[in-house]
């Protein structure tokens, strides 16, 4: 099994800084793709960034999305934070699991981390 949780959401006021982490945990697996999405309330789901699995950091603008080999995470820092911020950050993660020397793909998702900005 591969399991991918986020982690780092919180209460943040306006104008700071926050780092979110998506952990992906398991055997047998490599990573193509580790994608971040933000629901706003009663918003759809939308890509934020990603970076592919062989890339050690990424990112435009407030958003940088960095690789941690030792956590086996991918992070991502978001900076100047706004109110239109918030919302729960999912990330989603591409890869191949290796069962019985057979490849096989996945696309998994975390349970979703709040992120709250004040104003």
């Known amino acids: 099994q591969v399991q991918v949780v986020e982690s780092g959401g919180g209460l943040v006021q306006a104008g700071g800084s926050l780092r979110l982490s998506c952990t992906t945990s398991?055997?047998?697996?490599?990573?193509?793709?580790t994608d971040w999405y933000r629901q706003p309330p009663g918003n759809q789901r939308k890509w934020v960034a990603g970076?592919?699995?062989s890339s050690v950091r990424s990112g435009a603008g407030r958003f940088t999305v960095s690789r941690d080999n030792a956590k086996n995470a991918v992070n991502l820092e978001i900076d100047s934070l706004k109110p239109a911020d918030t919302g729960i950050y999912y990330c989603?993660?591409?890869?191949?699991?290796?069962?019985?020397?057979?490849?096989?793909?996945?696309?998994?998702w975390g349970p979703g981390t709040q992120v709250t900005v004040s104003s």
């Open positions: 989603n993660v591409r890869g191949l699991r290796n069962i019985r020397v057979t490849l096989i793909p996945f696309a998994l």
């Open positions: 398991g055997s047998s697996f490599s990573i193509d793709h």
């Open positions: 970076m592919p699995g």
